[in-house]
């Protein structure tokens, strides 16, 4: 049975940050690619990054240089560090897990920044 499960999600003020973790059982997690996405309510969810298998690494634009992906094989755990947070960052944050046609979504971790 695969599971993804997101935490560090939270209440932040306009420039401060997060770090959500994604801990993720049930699969061969160095195969897959692992993905952050977001949906903030009225809109559809969104990539705000993903990273390969083998590490590379790709950004929203609107996150490049605040944000960074990682992962840690042998934590079967992947990562968003989330810097330099805006209001327009709100939303429900999203792990994927992928590899060739199989994919799995997490439960998801709301992230508020606000004032």
């Known amino acids: 049975q695969v599971q993804l499960v997101e935490s560090g999600g939270g209440l932040v003020q306009p420039g401060g940050s997060l770090r959500l973790s994604c801990a993720a059982s049930?699969?061969?997690?160095?195969?897959?690619?692992m993905g952050w996405y977001r949906q903030a309510p009225g809109k559809q969810r969104e990539l705000v990054a993903d990273i390969t298998s083998g590490g590379i690494t790709n950004y929203a634009h609107s996150v490049k240089g605040r944000f960074t992906i990682s992962r840690d094989n042998a934590k079967n755990t992947a990562y968003l560090q989330m810097n330099s947070l805006k209001p327009e960052d709100t939303a429900v944050y999203y792990c994927?897990?992928?590899?060739?046609?199989?994919?799995?979504w997490g439960q998801g971790t709301q992230v508020t920044v606000s004032s």
């Open positions: 049930g699969i061969i997690f160095r195969l897959y690619a």
């Open positions: 994927n897990a992928k590899v060739l046609t199989s994919g799995h």
